[in-house]
């Protein structure tokens, strides 16, 4: 052995691309034997700019430019591009940012709701066919007699509530609260019957107003509106938390 050093390169390199006409960023690996005219051509399938038209800049790992890739000629490899590094592609054919990723440009086309209706391979027409969902005459019509049912024995339970009174509220998934009756009837927010209440600690959502519309109040975050099943009337006096002065 003469003690000599020989040096491989890595004939190839992984380079992060970005362009001006889009927002992404991808990933390639290229030779490095490549000229930058053959890289360019490799380019436009990868961001869709003409290679007639692009300006190539080198940027570092840490994206600070190095230098332009301006000789057709020069090798990729005699640049100084390291893995990892970016080659940004500046389009001068007038192509904009997000030319190709915003669908607001496209022409869209759609279809009149009675030529759908008269497909036989839509997915309309196989859960018709399967009876799925709501063309499934017959649970649809178990749901909506239950829906009816329930709202029922809301309005009765809504009309055994007193505002002023004390109640417990019990929502699943929720720990128990206690609290008193502020509000009872029907609202903007939703259908339905609700019940306001004021909970004794600061459990809520509110302060007695929501969309917009106040109901009752409280201070932040003691309000809440709970459907009328989820309330318990009764004597739930307000808990001493521990305070030794006033």
């Not at 592609?89 to 007038?94: A, L």
């Not at 609202?187 to 004021?198: A, C, P, Q």
């Not at 309000?223 to 001493?240: C, H, K, M, Q, Y």
Request: aromatic share 8%; with cysteine; net charge negative.
């Amino acid at each position: 052995m003469d003690g000599s050093v020989s040096v491989i390169t890595n004939p190839s390199v992984n380079v992060r691309l970005t362009t001006t006409i889009s927002s992404f960023e991808v990933k390639r690996r290229f030779d490095r034997g490549i000229s930058i005219a053959e890289l360019k051509g490799k380019l436009e399938m990868v961001v869709g700019a003409p290679a007639s038209s692009m300006d190539l800049e080198l940027f570092s790992t840490s994206d600070t430019l190095l230098q332009k890739l301006d000789n057709d000629n020069a090798l990729l490899g005699s640049y100084p591009v390291d893995d990892d590094c970016r080659i940004h592609v500046i389009d001068r054919s007038g192509g904009q940012l997000g030319e190709f990723t915003d669908v607001t440009k496209v022409e869209k086309y759609v279809m009149a709701d009675e030529d759908y209706e008269k497909l036989t391979d839509s997915a309309r027409s196989f859960m018709k066919k399967q009876s799925f969902g709501r063309y499934n005459e017959e649970d649809m019509a178990r749901k909506k007699a239950e829906s009816i049912a329930r709202e029922e024995e809301h309005r009765v339970a809504a009309e055994a509530i007193s505002v002023g009174s004390r109640c417990q509220v019990r929502v699943p998934g929720q720990p128990v609260k206690v609290g008193t009756v502020m509000f009872v009837g029907t609202t903007d927010f939703k259908s339905g019957y609700w019940v306001g209440v004021k909970y004794d600690e600061p459990l809520g959502k509110n302060d007695g107003s929501c969309e917009g519309k106040r109901y009752f109040e409280c201070g932040k975050n003691y309000g809440a509106f709970v459907r009328p099943l989820s309330v318990t009337v009764g004597d739930f006096p307000e808990e001493d938390y521990g305070l030794d002065e006033m």
